[in-house]
């Protein structure tokens, strides 16, 4: 096996409904290179059911990942020969699929007699950032908001996370997708009601910021939707004509909150750094109102390119291959591999 500066990694991820895959190669200075990744997503396919389908999404998996893998070798001029170290996303997320990476991960390190490394899908998302054209440096806040997660974190290194403030209820992903399915936008909701609320008035509805003045970096977001709900039968036969507005509101409501916090984890950790990662981080109106906050304050924010934002392959080789590099990572030869569902990323060993 090559040096750990040397390293390439073959990182795979499919905790939920896409298949990502990817190779990331260690450096002796400076962060990892991204080779090639390929990305499959299964919205078409789910759409029809309103929703994730656990069963369906594993069967895709199996389909997709070896094309997947095939491809993204053949983009960066590589073979198995030349990957070091295959990553897999061990947790958390829905078990079948999670299972499907895990294995075929840990099939092709087999057969090649490679190490295996299992890696914590948030921290794929924390560190995505790295992988884009301005990579931020330690330590930094991080404002993680993907799928039923939003955490703010402080950051001082690969492994070395604080927990700031987390969601007790719905996150931010989550009260996106359940108020667009209120509104009768399809699936997936959060990208529809933010392309929606941009034709809207934001101030059309004076909607809740649950405890955006709790005093502590938590979040809850269950109100909101109830509020949604509540607002949504006031205007019965008018909702259609006042939808945009409604989206607007709700939008406005959740990037309030998020904001917020972010300025005030930002103020009580004294740092003047920002990232922000996971899918609701490629909201555009998240993403202009923490431009035009951080830079009166003199923070700097880091975000993932656009089409890395949602789950891939590249963030699991980069988290992999990060670890590697800072000397935390124990990749193993034991095949004997196992998933983790329900994993906090606060229990990722640093």
């Known amino acids: 096996m090559s040096g750990p500066s040397e390293l390439l990694v073959l990182g795979f991820e499919s905790s939920c409904d896409e298949t990502g895959v990817a190779l990331v190669q260690c450096r002796a200075q400076g962060v990892p290179v991204l080779h090639a990744h390929a990305l499959y997503s299964q919205i078409d396919m789910h759409q029809a059911y309103g929703g994730v389908v656990p069963e369906l999404a594993s069967r895709d998996h199996i389909r997709r990942v070896l094309p997947l893998t095939r491809q993204v ?3 960066a001029g590589k073979t198995l020969a030349d990957v070091d170290v295959v990553a897999y996303t061990q947790g958390p997320g829905l078990a079948g699929a999670l299972l499907v990476g895990a294995g075929v991960a840990c099939a092709l390190a087999a057969a090649r007699g490679l190490p295996v ?14 992988l884009s054209a301005d990579p931020p440096e330690f330590p930094f806040v991080a404002l993680l908001v993907s799928g039923g997660h939003t955490q703010l974190m402080r950051v001082d290194g690969v492994g070395r996370y604080a927990m700031l403030g987390e969601t007790i209820d719905d996150a931010a992903g989550e009260a996106f997708d359940k ?14 009601l933010s392309r929606l609320a941009e034709t809207g008035d934001a101030k059309a509805f004076a909607l809740p910021r649950p405890l955006l003045h709790s005093g502590n970096l938590d979040f809850s977001f269950s109100g909101l939707k109830t509020a949604v709900l509540t607002q949504a039968k006031k205007l019965g036969n008018d909702l259609p004509a006042r939808k945009a507005d409604l989206a607007a509101s709700t939008q406005a409501a959740i990037v309030e909150v998020l904001l917020k916090k972010s300025l005030s984890a930002l103020k009580l950790t004294g740092l003047k750094r920002l990232v922000v990662a996971g899918g609701v981080g490629a909201n555009k109106a998240l993403r202009q109102q923490l431009n035009e906050a951080c830079a009166k304050l003199k923070v700097r924010v880091h975000y993932p390119e656009l089409d890395l934002c949602t ?3 590249a963030m699991i080789a980069m988290a992999g291959a990060m670890r590697l ?3 935390i990572a124990q990749p193993n030869r034991d095949y004997a591999f196992n998933v983790r569902p329900r994993w906090g990323l606060d229990a990722v060993d640093a």
Request: without cysteine.
């Open 73 to 75: 070798l053949a983009e």
């Open 117 to 130: 490394l299992g890696i914590h899908h948030l921290e794929g998302h924390l560190l995505s950032p790295f």
């Open 179 to 192: 108020s667009a399915k209120l509104m009768g936008l399809g699936y997936p909701g959060g990208p529809a």
């Open 311 to 313: 789950d891939n392959g």
């Open 325 to 327: 590099q800072a000397g």
